[in-house]
């Protein structure tokens, strides 16, 4: 699947004591990029409240490559790699205006029934991406 782009502008109150992005920064923008990968392939917070459906993160792995500074633009890549029958693995990379790559981030989400609290099956709108890219389960 062609990766979802987001950019962001690091802010002044991004910045810790020692003049770059905090790292807790990287994980907000992060975030930031899985919810407009979301809304780009047609699944809103809306859709999956209404089937009582939400994800949940399992494993988190984030790289922390080169620091990031004030006012720099950044470009948060975020990319589906894999989908298994309960679970999706999502990949993103942050590269300031250089092109330098800052972070790397591997998320691995559980299809999750809020009502029963349990697992459940991936919803089509994500296994069906799997099929149109030919990924591999």
Request: hydrophobic share 35%; net charge neutral.
């Amino acid at each position: 699947m062609r990766k979802n782009i987001l950019k962001v502008c690091v802010q002044q109150d991004d910045i810790d004591h020692l003049g770059h992005m905090n790292y807790m920064k990287y994980l907000v923008y992060l975030e930031k990029g899985v919810s407009n990968w979301y809304r780009e392939i047609g699944i809103g917070r809306e859709q999956l409240d209404q089937q009582h459906l939400g994800t949940v993160m399992v494993n988190f792995d984030v790289t922390y490559k080169k620091e990031a500074r004030v006012n720099e633009e950044l470009t948060i890549f975020t990319e589906l790699r894999n989908v298994g029958n309960k679970s999706f693995y999502i990949y993103q990379e942050i590269y300031n205006e250089n092109q330098e790559l800052l972070t790397t981030c591997k998320k691995t989400f559980v299809m999750f029934n809020t009502i029963t609290r349990q697992g459940v099956p991936v919803v089509k709108e994500i296994t069906e991406l799997v099929n149109k890219e030919n990924y591999s389960n």
